[in-house]
Structures are given as structure tokens and as C-alpha cells.
């Protein structure tokens, strides 16, 4: 089936698309990306795009770092036949959960770690999936620490270790579009500190979804 990862804008969102997105095709999935336009849709599920998908031949859509609020929308896909798994990492709004195939979000009752990024709910998912397989999960690890330090989130257990980790990873990162965004900004990647990701790296791939298209950033992560 056609399957596609649905994500936010902002550098979080934007590292949570793709190392979903590259995981699922590593896997041999039918599978493509959507973010949604800052300025015409705004942010999180929309009904035009949902359409559009289900247009398209689109039968799973898997949110990243959005849709714990989208309640309507939920149950708009489960009314044209496209089933729907959101993971997110925002806080639940209301005692019920949207009404769809699955919710992953470790602030439900029952995770032992809150304070995930989005892209670290999307890790922990292509972890599980690939058994914690350590060729797999080293190469999303660098991803996912650049996705947790710009979201802002606080730098403790599992946050410092996918960090921690990740930063030692990318210094020997052999991703193309990375390594070609250090080249740009400046910036050594063989001595990348969280400072470097903040400061330099994230706001550069934040800049597409502010000023064109966030597909541009996830493009660049593809390459």
C-alpha cells in the first residue's frame, strides 16, 4: 500500500520525516512525504491534504511530531478509508485520544521517559521495527540528536543519550546533505557540540519551512 509520513515544518518535524521516510523505503515500502505549507495550511492534519493522499492512492498516512490534537481529522480518515498512525510528542489535550489505527506518544501512561522530540518518538519507533538493530539505529542517531536539540527539549535520559550518541555519530556521518550544509555554514563537523546544531545547523534547515518549503530540508537530508 501506498504509505505517507506526514510531518511538521520545523527542523524537529523535518528530522522525524526523514529518517521515517528513508527507514520505511530501506525496508522496500511504498512510501513518499508530505509537510504542509507554514503560510496556507498552517500547522498539523489538514482535510485538503488528507484529500489530496486519498487522491493520489495513499491508504496509510503516519504522522511525525504532530496530530495528538487532531481529532476531526481522525475520524475524517477513517470516513474515506485511509487509515491513520500519529506520533507525537506533544501533550494530550483531553482525556480521549484521537479515534485511529494507533497512537504512539510517551506521554500516554505507561512510558517510563515524557520528555521526547518528536523525532525521538520517531527513533524509538524505527528501533523497535528494526530490532534494535545497530547498523539501522546508528545511522538515524545523528538525526535524531539534531531534530531533540532544536526542539528545545530538556537534555536528560533518553534525550542525552540519543544527543550524546548521536553527536559522536555525525562527526563521521556519510550523508552528503549534512555534510555539504557544515561545508556551507562554516562549521567543523568533526568537532559539532550542541552549540553548532542550535546556533548553525537548525536554524539553516528550519529556514525552508519559513521561507519556501520545509521539502527542501528534507530533500537535502535524502541526498
Same mark, same amino acid.
Do not use: Q, W
Given at each position: 500500500?501506498?504509505?505517507?509520513?506526514?510531518?511538521?515544518?520545523?527542523?524537529?518535524?523535518?528530522?522525524?520525516?526523514?529518517?521515517?521516510?528513508?527507514?520505511?523505503?530501506?525496508?522496500?515500502?511504498?512510501?513518499?512525504?508530505?509537510?504542509?505549507?507554514?503560510?496556507?495550511?498552517?500547522?498539523?492534519?489538514?482535510? *485538503?491534504?488528507?484529500?489530496?493522499?486519498?487522491?493520489?492512492?495513499?491508504?496509510?498516512?503516519?504522522?511525525?511530531?504532530?496530530?495528538?490534537?487532531?481529532?476531526?481529522?481522525?475520524?475524517?480518515?477513517? =470516513?474515506?478509508?485511509?487509515?491513520?498512525?500519529?506520533?507525537?510528542?506533544?501533550?494530550?489535550? =483531553?482525556?480521549?485520544?484521537?479515534?485511529?489505527?494507533?497512537?504512539?506518544?510517551? @506521554?500516554?501512561?505507561?512510558?517510563?521517559?515524557?520528555?521526547?522530540?518528536?523525532?525521538?518518538?520517531?527513533?524509538?519507533?524505527?528501533?523497535?521495527?528494526?530490532?534494535?538493530? @545497530?547498523?539501522?539505529?546508528?545511522?538515524?542517531?545523528?538525526?535524531?540528536?539534531?531534530?531533540?536539540?532544536?526542539?528545545?527539549? =530538556?537534555?536528560?535520559?533518553?534525550?542525552?543519550?540519543?544527543?550524546?550518541?548521536?553527536?559522536?555519530?555525525? @562527526?563521521?556521518?556519510?550523508?552528503?546533505?549534512?555534510?555539504?550544509?557544515?561545508?556551507?555554514?562554516?562549521?567543523?563537523?568533526?568537532?559539532?557540540?550542541?552549540?553548532?546544531?542550535?546556533?548553525?545547523?537548525?536554524?539553516?534547515?528550519?529556514?525552508?519551512?519559513?521561507? *519556501?518549503?520545509?521539502?527542501?530540508?528534507?530533500?537535502?537530508?535524502?541526498?
Amino acid at each position: 500500500e501506498k504509505i505517507v509520513v506526514y510531518g511538521d515544518y520545523d527542523v524537529d518535524g523535518i528530522t522525524s520525516t526523514y529518517i521515517l521516510t528513508d527507514y520505511l523505503k530501506s525496508c522496500g515500502a511504498f512510501v513518499d512525504f508530505y509537510i504542509p505549507d507554514r503560510a496556507k495550511e498552517g500547522y498539523g492534519l489538514c482535510t *485538503s491534504a488528507i484529500n489530496m493522499h486519498k487522491k493520489n492512492g495513499a491508504s496509510l498516512i503516519v504522522t511525525v511530531d504532530l496530530g495528538i490534537t487532531a481529532f476531526d481529522e481522525a475520524k475524517y480518515c477513517k =470516513e474515506i478509508g485511509i487509515d491513520l498512525i500519529i506520533t507525537d510528542h506533544h501533550s494530550l489535550c =483531553e482525556t480521549s485520544l484521537p479515534d485511529c489505527t494507533a497512537v504512539i506518544n510517551p @506521554k500516554i501512561p505507561g512510558y517510563p521517559f515524557k520528555n521526547l522530540a518528536g523525532v525521538g518518538v520517531a527513533y524509538k519507533l524505527i528501533y523497535k521495527m528494526c530490532g534494535g538493530d @545497530k547498523r539501522i539505529t546508528e545511522k538515524y542517531l545523528p538525526f535524531a540528536a539534531i531534530g531533540t536539540i532544536a526542539d528545545l527539549v =530538556e537534555l536528560y535520559d533518553e534525550n542525552r543519550y540519543i544527543v550524546k550518541e548521536g553527536l559522536r555519530l555525525l @562527526k563521521n556521518t556519510d550523508n552528503i546533505g549534512i555534510k555539504a550544509l557544515f561545508e556551507a555554514c562554516g562549521a567543523d563537523i568533526k568537532n559539532v557540540c550542541a552549540s553548532t546544531i542550535g546556533f548553525m545547523i537548525g536554524p539553516r534547515l528550519n529556514a525552508a519551512g519559513r521561507l *519556501s518549503s520545509a521539502d527542501i530540508s528534507v530533500k537535502l537530508l535524502n541526498e
